[in-house]
Structures are given as structure tokens and as C-alpha cells.
């Protein structure tokens, strides 16, 4: 089979194509015949990593969480652990190379069966691999809230105001998505026009320009009792603004340090509103949160909630398996949307 693996931390030219045998799945494993992977941050900062020539915990690493193709064959046990799935099962995957050597970017990959999901019928490939990491961090984000739902579903979100900061960006689309499904008023910062028209087109009911305008403002007029929940990429900068805008009992979940690695807090309105900062990252949130979110997504995937594409507000960059070094580029360059790889011929 064909793969992209690195033997050694660098930028994406340390990244091969090589030939490797096609491996097989062990007890409570799951092999998947990958069709397209998706590229996160996450997929091209653990392979920079500290520096150039940074110990890696494996010989070779194949990069990349995320992806969406069929199951090939199924390990001893995974068959009780996960009865939908079959050899031939539509797929898709999350966490797929977490303290494992392998990923997605690869034709055959084996991953444990929790992290293997079926794919409603009638969902495209490229819909499975942009799911992973945005969509469950998404999810996470919108239930973690001291006064709102664990669970998403149809009205969880209902009467609640959710604030997404970046809601271009492929977690702002997810979070956008799910919330608009659960029932929530969502609205989202964004920084062009362009932006705008992509949030409008995942589902936000209200799009403020923070560039251009009073945000805190703007954001105010739309939700005079307060935002419940804000789903933010960049806390550091945004701390004054969210804490202007939160409801009493307000959640800010935070999943990135963009533009900042560390929070500034007025201390009184943030106590005196009762507001909570919580962290969130997936590959320490815990199986069951995991499973949780699978679940959720599943039955939001069933009602047609997570479509992607630019005329759903989530425009798709896509490379062949041989120029995943160009898809971790395109990533680390901040290009708008989801980068996928085709990896199937």
C-alpha cells in the first residue's frame, strides 16, 4: 500500500511517500481502506514539532486523525464491541494516529474500533473525514456548560445564545452546525465579508465583524440577556469581549491559544457573573465524552445537520495522497475551509 510517513520533526518536506505492507488488525481493532483524510492544526504541529529532529515516540509516524473510507476487516472482538459495522461498512475515523505510529494518510490504516464510526447512508466520504477533530471538539464546547445540555440533540439548545468565535474556521463551522440543530441562536465573529458569507451559509443567524465595528456592542444588541456559551479559539484576545457579553452562569470553551498563549482577566465582572473557562482538548477528554460525541454527531449526521462545501460554508481544498506535504502547507498557512486528502485512486 501506498503511505506518507516522517522518521524525524521538520517542516512538511520531511513528509514521504513510500510502500509499506498493508497492515492487520489486531483484537478490538478495525483496518480501514482510507478514501479521504482530513488535515487538522493538530496533524501538522505534532509533525513539526519542539524543532527540526525532535525525538519521535515511534521509528516512522503517518500522520494525520482524521478520515472517511470502509471497513476492510475487523479484529477479534471489535465485531461484539461494535456490531454496525461490517467488512464493507462506509467509516469514519477520530483520533486515528493518538499514541499510535499510524493515521489516516495512508491507503490501509488500523484503528481501535471506538474510534471507528459508521457513516449514515447517503453521507459522503468527504463529509466523514472533515468530522474528528472539528466536530467533536464542536461538541464538547457546546456541552460543557454548568447550566446547559450534556447531550446534543434536536431543542437541547433551545432558548440558549451561543457566540462562536471564527465561525469560518472548520471547529467554528461544526460548533455553528451543531448549535444551529440543537436549537440554539447562534452567532459568530468573523473578520471579512467573505467570512461572513461562509457562516451565514453554515447556519449562524447573526455574523459580527470584529474588525470593523464596536463587537461588544453589536454582539449586546442581538443577545441583551447574554451569551450562554462561547466556543473560542482565541481566549487570550477575546477575554475583555466575552466577558462583556456573557450571560450570568456564561461558559467560555476554549480549544486553541490563537494569537496568544495566555488570558488577562478582569477579575469582578468575571466572578460577579458567575462565568467559567474551560479547557477543552481531545486527546485527554476521556473515552466516554468521546463515545458521547460520536453518538450526538451520528443522529446530527441522520438529519442532514453537518453538510460541508462552500455553499454550506465550509469550501474544500483538496491533494492527492502523494502532496499531503502541499495539504499540511495549505493547513499551516491558515487557508480557509477543510483540506482534504483523496486518498483512494
Given amino acids: 500500500m501506498k503511505a506518507i510517513l516522517y522518521t524525524a520533526t521538520g517542516d512538511p518536506s520531511v513528509l514521504q511517500l513510500v510502500d509499506r505492507e498493508v497492515p492487520e488488525p ?95 447512508e447517503g453521507v459522503s466520504f468527504d463529509v466523514g473525514a472533515s468530522l474528528g477533530v472539528p466536530a467533536m471538539t464542536a ?71 470584529y474588525r470593523t465595528g464596536d463587537a461588544a456592542a453589536e454582539i449586546s444588541a442581538i443577545a441583551p440577556d447574554g451569551v450562554d456559551v462561547v466556543v473560542e479559539v482565541a481566549p487570550g484576545p477575546n477575554a475583555a469581549l466575552n466577558t ?6 456564561g461558559t467560555v470553551a476554549y480549544y486553541a491559544n490563537n494569537n496568544g498563549d495566555t488570558v488577562t482577566l478582569d477579575v469582578v465582572p468575571t466572578f460577579a457573573k458567575n462565568i467559567r473557562y474551560q479547557g477543552l482538548l481531545l486527546y485527554t477528554v476521556g473515552e466516554d465524552a468521546l463515545a458521547v460525541a460520536a453518538e450526538d454527531i451520528t443522529r446530527a449526521l441522520e438529519d442532514g445537520a453537518l453538510p460541508v462545501g462552500e455553499e454550506a460554508g465550509l469550501p474544500l481544498t483538496r491533494f492527492p495522497l502523494e502532496r499531503t506535504a502541499d495539504a499540511h502547507a495549505a493547513v499551516e498557512a491558515d ?11
Fill in 26 to 120: 489486531g483484537p478490538g481493532e478495525v483496518r480501514v481502506k482510507i478514501a479521504v483524510s482530513g488535515v487538522n492544526p493538530t496533524d501538522w504541529k505534532s509533525r513539526a514539532g519542539g524543532g527540526p529532529g525532535q525525538d519521535l515516540p515511534f521509528p516512522e509516524v503517518t500522520p494525520n486523525q482524521d478520515g472517511a473510507g470502509t471497513v476492510d476487516a475487523i479484529g477479534a472482538d471489535a465485531a461484539d464491541l461494535a456490531p454496525r459495522l461490517r467488512v464493507g461498512s462506509p467509516v469514519w475515523t477520530f483520533l486515528s494516529q493518538h499514541q499510535r505510529p499510524t493515521g489516516t494518510a495512508q491507503e490501509y490504516v488500523v484503528v481501535p474500533v471506538e474510534h471507528v464510526v459508521a457513516l449514515p
Fill in 335 to 345: 487557508t480557509v475551509g477543510k483540506v482534504l486528502i483523496d486518498v483512494a485512486g
Fill in 244 to 249: 462583556a457579553v456573557l450571560a450570568n452562569h
Fill in 139 to 209: 461538541h464538547r464546547a457546546l456541552t460543557v456548560s454548568e447550566q446547559g445540555p450534556s447531550r446534543l440533540a434536536p431543542g437541547a439548545l433551545e432558548g440558549r445564545t451561543v457566540l462562536v468565535a471564527g465561525g469560518a474556521g472548520a471547529v467554528g463551522h461544526a460548533a455553528i452546525q451543531l448549535a444551529r440543530w440543537a436549537g440554539a441562536t447562534v452567532i459568530t465573529t468573523i473578520s471579512s465579508d467573505a467570512k461572513a458569507a461562509l457562516a451565514t451559509a453554515a447556519g449562524a443567524h447573526h455574523v459580527v465583524n
